[in-house]
Structures are given as C-alpha cells and as structure tokens.
C-alpha cells in the first residue's frame, strides 16, 4: 500500500536537498512541505542531514488530500485524464452541467420524468461512473 510521507526541502545558495535516490513521486508542495508518496511504509534514510530529520509519515486529513489533489501534477493529470474518457465516450463538457440539472430538475418535480430522459441520464452517469471509478483507482495508487 502506497504511503504518503513528507519533508521540508532546503534550498541555499549552493545545493537543493531533497530526497534522493528514493522509490516513489513527489506528489508536490505546499508551503515549506513536500508531499511525496512511497510504496511502502519504511521511511527514506540516508538522506541529507539538512532534511532527513524532517522526513514523517503524512496524517491525510481531508482537507490535506484536497490540497493534494488541486496541487499535484499527478492529480492534475488524472483529472484530465478522467474528463477525457468521458469525451471518448461522447460527452461533452456542457454536458456534466446538463445532466447535473436534469437530475435536479427531475428529482424536484420540475420537469416530467420520461423513459427517454431517464434512459440518457443512466447512460451518462454509467459513463461518468467508469471515469470516476478510474480516477479513484489513480488516487488510489499514489496514496489518496
């Protein structure tokens, strides 16, 4: 199982240190930490001595795995990769908005529920389902 860890990167005048020679990805920065996600649990040794004592395990609080995921690359890339998949089976961008207030207007009463409506919604949210579905196995794998 993928851990997140993370550490504060010093940055003088004449090196960077960061981890080096380390199995994973850094996933990004925020503020001074640097979030990186390891395939393990055993925590980076033999780093620098300017940043191996600031190497521990990450507490991912909601909030923290929000920040995360607007951050990172990765994550960037995951959710771009998701709205993509959703263009491949047809959908437009408009239409997540579509179909967001098709259900509202149908859950309320506002407009008539029809096998035609309710045929297109299902379609479109078993498509949404298998992109969302992706990308939780994607954040997943880098430990969100």
Not at 51 to 78: E, F, M, Y
Not at 104 to 120: D, E, F, H, Y
């Amino acid at each position: 199982m993928p851990k997140i860890i993370e550490y504060k990167k010093v940055i003088t005048q004449q090196n960077t240190y960061e981890l080096r020679e380390v199995e994973g990805t850094e996933l990004c920065t925020i503020g001074d930490t640097t979030y990186f996600v390891i395939p393990g649990a055993v925590l980076p040794t033999g780093q620098a001595s300017e940043i191996q004592s600031s190497i521990k395990a990450t507490t991912l609080t909601d909030v923290l795995n929000d920040q995360i995921r607007a951050k990172s690359p990765h994550c960037q890339l995951i959710n771009s990769r998701r709205c993509q998949r959703l263009i491949e089976a047809g959908y437009s961008a408009d239409d997540q908005d579509y179909f967001i207030h098709l259900h509202i207007a149908m859950q309320i009463g506002s407009i008539p529920v029809n096998a035609k409506r309710t045929a297109t919604l299902a379609a479109y949210i078993d498509a949404f389902k298998v992109a969302y579905l992706w990308a939780e196995s994607q954040y997943s794998a880098l430990g969100l």
